[in-house]
């Protein structure tokens, strides 16, 4: 079955980095964009930022281009998100996500960031 299992999230201060990895298992990885997805408290769904199947094109939302950068090793099923110069309004829950044909089909359980001095 499918599993997504991310790590790397916890209490940073302002200007701080954080690197976030998901693990991918039960299906070929190689195949499908990923996405990570975050929800800050109270707010809904955001969209951060995904990444091709084989890495070629990256894509961001305004808020954190320039400080996140999304990245994939297909030999270790693994994509990450290395976070640059945290902010406050960065503190939410990350998602990662599998692509499918009009969304996405899969998600990991999510991984706490929080940005606070």
């Known amino acids: 079955q499918v599993q997504l299992v991310e790590s790397g999230g916890g209490l940073v201060q302002p200007g701080g980095s954080l690197r976030l990895s998901c693990a991918a298992s039960?299906?070929?990885?190689?195949?499908?964009?990923m996405s990570w997805v975050r929800q800050a408290p109270g707010k809904g769904l955001e969209w951060v930022s995904c990444i091709s199947s084989i890495g070629g094109n990256t894509f961001y939302v305004d808020s954190v281009k320039g400080r996140f950068t999304i990245s994939r090793d297909n030999a270790k099923n693994t994509v990450y998100l290395q976070m640059n110069s945290l902010k406050p309004d960065d503190t939410a829950v990350y998602y990662c996500t599998k692509h499918s044909q009009g969304g996405y089909d899969y998600w990991g359980q999510g991984t706490q960031v929080t940005v606070s001095s």
């Open positions: 039960g299906f070929t990885f190689s195949s499908y964009a």
